[in-house]
């Protein structure tokens, strides 16, 4: 899909419908990375949250959230919907979160994402490392297990 125009704007918990609109969307349900409500506002509650929304034509169709402490910075959830897949959008909310760390004073940007999923292309364009591995971290609908990978990009 060619988009064009990525309009992104930082959100927060009034936000919510649309974040899970989108993991629904975004996230295998056998697979088990979606949040559920309570998880998504308790996070969002935390310092040092933040939520950046990506919208073409005025639909919003992705997110990253990102937590920050101190010099650190974890991306918490990222997510496109498939129909707008390969458009940019991911590497849109992806610089954004870096440029955002980068201004905050972030040195190290971590995230982990399941084992054998395809955004790990992404993360390894944008010159993120694997750091390591969480055994058995996922727990899908099916209450099947998959491993998480750790990843780690230094923005400074």
């Known amino acids: 899909m060619a988009t064009r125009n990525i309009l992104l704007r930082g959100g927060d918990a009034r936000d919510i419908a ?4 989108l993991m629904a ?27 950046m929304l990506a919208y073409v034509d005025d639909i919003p169709v992705g997110f990253a959230m990102t937590r920050t402490v101190i010099d650190e910075a974890e991306l918490l ?11 940019g ?28 999923n395809e955004a790990v292309k992404l993360y ?11 055994r058995n971290y996922y727990r899908g609908a099916d209450m099947q297990a998959h491993d998480a990978h750790t990843y780690l990009k230094m923005l400074a």
């Open 124 to 134: 390894a364009r944008a010159g993120f490392a694997k750091v390591g591995e969480r």
């Open 18 to 21: 649309a974040i899970e609109t």
């Open 77 to 87: 959830l990222l997510a496109v919907v498939p129909a707008t897949r390969r458009a």
């Open 25 to 51: 969307q975004a996230f295998d349900p056998r697979f088990g990375e979606a949040w559920n409500r309570g998880q998504t506002l308790g996070v969002m509650a935390m310092p040092g949250v933040r939520l």
């Open 89 to 116: 959008i991911a590497t849109a909310l992806l610089r954004s979160v870096e440029a955002d760390g980068r201004d905050a004073g972030v040195r190290q940007l971590h995230l982990e994402v399941r084992a054998g």
